[in-house]
C-alpha cells in the first residue's frame, strides 16, 4: 500500500466537525459524497445567469432605443450614445464588486447572492420602461452598483466541489455567462418591439407598444425572481467556529493538528491580494479578455443590424437572435462536455493560449463573412458566432480557475471582488470605446487602409493579441505548492 493511501484515512479520522459551521456541514457532505451535485450545478448556473442576461440582452434593439429617445443627431451617431448605456452597468459594478466580496467574506456567499439576483428583479424591469436617454443610463448603473452575485458565486464553486471537480463548477460558472452573453441577446432580439412583429398578440396602442423595449425585460426580471426563491435553500460555505470565519484549509490544518500547516496559513493571511502576483497577473489578462468579449459583443450586434452601406449585414433583431441562440446552444454543450477534458489535458494556461491565437484570424474574418448572402451569409456568421463564443468561454474559465486556486477561502471572496471590479472598469470601457471605434469605422468606409468594418475588427484583435501575451512567462505567474496542497 502506498503512502499516500496509508495518509489519506489518518487525516478522515482526525477529521472533527463543528456542529453549528455551515462550511463544516457542506465539507462534510463533500467527504461522504464523492460524486457532483447536479442541484449545486443547477443553483449556480442560474445565479450566474441571472445576474447576466442583462447585461447582453439589450444589444440587439439598442440601436433602435437610442433612435427612439432621439438623441442622436444621425444615424451613425447612434452607436456613440448606444456605448454610454452599455458601459453604465459595468461601471455600477466597478465601484461596489471589491464592497461585496469583502461582505460575502464577512457575512457569507448566500446573501450577497439573493441580494445581485433580487437587483436584476428591481433594476432591469425599470430600465425595461425607460422612456429616456438617462433613465436608461441610472437604472443600468444602479444595477451594476447591487448586482455583486458574480464573484462570490465563483468563490461558492470552488468551495462547493471537491478539489477534483471544481474545474466543473468554476466551468458552469462560465458556461452561464457565456450562455447569458449570447441567450440574453437573443431574447433581446426576438422580444423587443412585441407589437410590430407579433401584432396579433400584442396589438398597438397597447402597454407593450408604448414600452416597446419591456418585455425581454420582464422575462428576465421574472425568471431572476424564480432564482432568488431557490437560492434561500441553497447550503452556505463559509466556516464559522465559534463566531469567527476560518477557510477551509484552515479548518482542515486544526483537525488534523498540523502546526507548520497553521503557521503558514497565518504567513499567507497576512499577506496582502495585491502581493499575489500568481492572482493578480492572471486578473489583469483577464480585464483584457474581458474588455475585448464586451467591446466584441456590442460591436457585432451592431454590426449586424447596420446597412450594408455602413459595412454591416442588415439584419433584423430576429436575424441576430437566431445566430446566437444557435451560438449559445453550442456554447452550452461544449462546456458541460468537451472543456473539462481539454482542461486536463493542456491544463487551464495552455488551453487558454492555444483558442487564442486561433481566435485572431477568425475574427478578421468577419467584413469578409458580410460580403455573402442568403443561407451562405447565415451558414458562415453562425459557424463563426460559434467557434468566437467558445473560445471566449474557454479563456475565461481558465483564468477563473487560475485565479480561485491561487487564493485560500478566507480571501476567495475578496479576491473575486478585485477582479470583478477590475474587470468590470474594463468593461465599462468596452461599449463606450467599440461604440465610439464602430461609429468612426461608418464613416470611412471608402478609405484605403482598413476600410470600415475592418479596423474595427482589427482593434479587436489587437486587445486579444496584447490579452494572449500575457498568458506567457514572464507576465503570468503561478502559485507555489504549500505544504497542505502537498499533503493533499
Not at 182 to 192: D, E, K, M, Q, V
Not at 237 to 256: C, I, Q
Not at 439 to 448: E, I, L, P, V
Request: glycine share 8%; aromatic share 12%.
Amino acid at each position: 500500500m502506498s503512502v499516500d493511501h496509508m495518509r489519506e484515512p489518518l487525516l478522515k479520522k482526525n477529521r472533527h466537525y463543528y456542529q453549528d459551521c455551515p462550511g463544516c456541514k457542506v465539507e462534510r457532505a463533500k467527504e461522504l459524497n464523492q460524486g457532483v451535485s447536479v442541484t449545486n450545478l443547477l443553483i449556480i448556473w442560474m445565479v450566474v445567469l441571472s445576474s447576466t442576461l442583462p447585461a447582453s440582452s439589450l444589444f440587439p434593439f439598442l440601436y433602435f432605443m437610442i433612435r427612439d429617445f432621439k438623441i442622436a443627431k444621425s444615424e451613425a451617431d447612434i452607436s456613440y450614445y448606444a456605448g454610454y448605456v452599455g458601459s453604465s452597468f459595468m461601471l455600477g459594478r466597478t465601484l461596489t464588486s471589491v464592497l461585496w466580496g469583502m461582505v460575502s467574506d464577512r457575512y457569507g456567499r448566500k446573501p450577497v447572492m439573493v441580494i445581485g439576483v433580487f437587483a436584476v428583479v428591481i433594476f432591469n424591469t425599470l430600465f425595461g420602461i425607460s422612456t429616456s436617454f438617462w433613465m436608461a443610463v441610472i437604472t443600468r448603473f444602479l444595477l451594476g452598483c447591487l448586482n455583486g452575485a458574480i464573484g462570490p458565486t465563483k468563490a461558492y464553486a470552488t468551495e462547493i466541489f471537491r478539489e477534483e471537480h471544481q474545474a466543473l463548477g468554476l466551468s458552469t460558472v462560465s458556461v452561464a455567462w457565456g450562455t447569458g452573453l449570447i441567450i440574453g441577446p437573443a431574447l433581446g432580439g426576438y422580444l423587443a418591439q412585441p407589437a410590430e412583429k407579433y401584432p396579433h398578440i400584442f396589438p398597438k396602442g397597447s402597454f407593450w407598444d408604448k414600452y416597446p423595449y419591456s418585455l425581454p425585460s420582464f422575462i428576465i426580471s421574472a425568471v431572476s425572481l424564480i432564482v432568488v426563491i431557490a437560492c434561500l435553500w441553497i447550503p452556505e460555505t463559509l466556516h464559522k467556529h465559534n463566531g469567527n470565519n476560518v477557510s477551509t484549509d484552515d479548518a482542515e490544518a486544526l483537525e488534523n493538528g498540523s502546526n507548520n500547516v497553521d503557521k503558514e496559513k497565518t504567513v499567507q493571511k497576512n499577506e496582502s491580494l495585491f502581493m499575489n502576483w500568481p492572482l493578480m497577473s492572471s486578473i489583469i489578462a483577464y480585464c483584457v479578455f474581458s474588455l475585448h468579449d464586451i467591446a466584441y459583443q456590442e460591436v457585432f450586434s451592431l454590426w449586424c443590424v447596420s446597412p450594408p452601406s455602413l459595412g454591416g449585414m442588415n439584419f433584423s433583431t430576429d436575424d441576430v437572435g437566431n445566430v446566437l441562440a444557435i451560438s449559445g446552444l453550442a456554447l452550452v454543450i461544449y462546456q458541460l462536455t468537451l472543456y473539462q477534458y481539454m482542461e486536463k489535458a493542456c491544463g487551464p494556461v495552455g488551453i487558454a493560449r492555444i483558442t487564442g491565437i486561433f481566435s485572431i484570424p477568425l475574427l478578421q474574418s468577419y467584413p469578409f463573412i458580410a460580403m455573402l448572402s442568403g443561407i451562405t451569409l447565415y451558414i458562415f456568421i453562425s459557424i463563426a458566432s460559434i467557434l468566437k463564443n467558445i473560445i471566449a468561454v474557454t479563456i475565461t474559465t481558465s483564468l477563473f480557475l487560475i485565479q480561485n486556486r491561487a487564493v485560500e477561502q478566507d480571501q476567495r471572496g475578496a479576491a473575486n471582488g478585485i477582479s470583478m471590479t477590475a474587470m468590470s472598469l474594463f468593461k465599462a470601457i468596452g461599449p463606450a470605446a467599440g461604440g465610439t471605434i464602430l461609429t468612426w469605422s461608418q464613416k470611412r468606409t471608402d478609405a484605403s487602409f482598413l476600410p470600415g468594418s475592418h479596423v474595427v475588427f482589427f482593434f479587436l484583435n489587437v486587445v486579444e493579441g496584447i490579452g494572449i501575451l500575457m498568458m506567457f512567462k514572464p507576465f503570468l505567474g503561478e502559485k507555489k505548492k504549500t505544504l497542505s496542497d502537498q499533503l493533499h
